[in-house]
């Protein structure tokens, strides 16, 4: 039995599958389907998902309450196959995933890196929960919710927006960055590539525990004093694993004039038994 690797999960997206579990007893269920979030995401209007619906509701002639009583139905209608994987509550016992639930969280994921987001939230749970082939789809799509539609919503900044990534820089000006340990030699060097005109993007690899997060937040630190280079944004990202290359190819992290990019890109070998989990900060 594996465990959902917590770190590919945006706040709300954690709240939400910690939130499911009085749904699953409701319906009597062992694990946890698409059909139950989505029941959740539309009678929450605290996530992004349930904000997105309003959105398509108004804009399509569909009413929520309608979908929910649907929603409803089909999370009492349909058993999940176990994944085998679960997601560590926060009261430290364990949710069930269905094996259809690991393809929404899948397909989230990568939805999350095509809108140049990291962190898998509800809106992107609720776009690949249209997608063809998981049990969801028919349902969404007869409202009007299609994975073009939702596309064009996370597109949209004012439906998209949330934070992707700690802003170290402004923990640092706030006073609530962790000290760090410097090290002066490897810290001029990056300054010294991060001051070029163009094309300073900077790949930090190696193996846990070597230093490349400590010497970001040194960097972040420098920022905050006014001392390291200008038009940059310190934090620490996370793909998928495999999506290393991916993300190379497709140009994650890469700095180009006049933009503002997270340039520190390194990554953390998954290890047996997690989900997702290579790290890019």
Request: glycine share 8%.
């Amino acid at each position: 039995m594996g465990t959902l690797n917590p770190t590919i999960l945006a706040p709300e997206m954690s709240k939400a599958l910690n939130a499911t579990r009085p749904l699953r007893q409701r319906f009597n269920k062992t694990v946890l389907t698409p059909e139950i979030l989505l029941y959740l995401f539309v009678t929450s209007p605290d996530l992004d998902a349930n904000r997105v619906l309003q959105r398509l509701a108004a804009e399509r002639g569909f009413k929520l309450d309608e979908m929910a009583r649907t929603a409803q139905t089909m999370a009492e209608m349909r058993d999940g196959r176990n994944a085998s994987l679960d997601f560590q509550g926060d009261d430290g016992r364990p949710v069930a995933l269905s094996d259809e639930m690991i393809v929404v969280l899948d397909e989230g994921h990568a939805i999350a890196q095509a809108a140049g987001e990291i962190y898998v939230g509800t809106a992107h749970a609720l776009a690949a929960m249209s997608q063809r082939g998981v049990s969801t789809a028919a349902m969404l799509q007869r409202y009007g919710i299609t994975p073009a539609a939702m596309t064009n919503l996370l597109a949209d900044a004012a439906v998209a927006r949330r934070v992707t990534s700690p802003d170290w820089v402004a923990q640092a000006k706030a006073g609530e960055l962790a000290p760090v340990f410097h090290r002066g030699d490897l810290l001029r060097d990056l300054l010294s590539l991060l001051a070029l005109a163009e094309n300073r993007h900077v790949i930090l690899v190696g193996p846990a525990g070597v230093g490349k997060r400590s010497l970001v937040r040194s960097l972040a630190l420098l920022i905050a004093e006014g001392k390291g280079p200008p038009d940059l944004e310190v934090g620490h990202h996370h793909c998928g694993d495999g999506a290393a290359r991916r993300c190379r190819q497709s140009g994650a992290g890469r700095g180009q004039t006049g933009q503002r990019r997270h340039p520190f890109l390194a990554r953390r070998p998954a290890l047996p038994g997690q989900f997702l989990d290579a790290e890019f900060p």
